[in-house]
């Protein structure tokens, strides 16, 4: 039976198109370390010190590579993204598949007062309008911080996405798309958050709480909804792990 386009695709994980996720300063300087690592590694070489000018050469091309296409797997890995994120910013950015249709995942996160019973460190999300709702999150030690925001897109079923507005504790933005997973899998949903912590004493405990909303917690927390939607709420074990 002739494979579709999409189970080639996932059959080839390496020929899969790569976001690049790395900034234009950072690939710059990539790409002077790569060449100079590569350098010394090719004179280590000449001088016969065989194992570390090889090493120097390996270590030199992956820089190089990073640079040259902007992608890195470590940063992948871990859900970082200094490419898209404005200077100052922080980027996560995770996915998970939901056995369910993408409009019934859609409806779920769509009433906002549910994120807090999955994304960890929020208290509360209140409706405040058809396209507004303020937000309050807690952090370690009992430190809060509260936004209001509102949404900038709203497609049933596809996407949401929204930004913080007015004196924000901590200025942010997000999108979460719901696309159908290959293979009648259910949806996948992807979530993409930006923070930018403000600057001064004033912003040292909002600039916790957002540092300590990183890629591992948006996954464990994007596991929570997988739990709660498929299952019907998170296992005992799971809250006691909590």
Sequence with gaps: MEQSESERSESRPWQRPRKMNVGPAERKASLAGGAALALSGLKNVSRRNYASGLAMIVAGGLFLYRGQTGYCGLYDAMGVDTMHTQPGGLRIEKAVTIGLPPNE???FWRNLENLPRFMKHLEAVEVTGPRTSHWKAMGPGGISAEWDAEMMEDTPGQQISWHSVGEADIPNKGSVEFKEAPGNRGTEVRVTIDYYPPGGAAGKAAAKIAHGINAQQLEEDLKRL???????????????AD
């Design 226 to 240: 997988k739990q709660i939607l498929e299952v019907g709420e998170e296992t005992t074990a799971q809250r006691t």
């Design 105 to 107: 995942v859609y409806e």
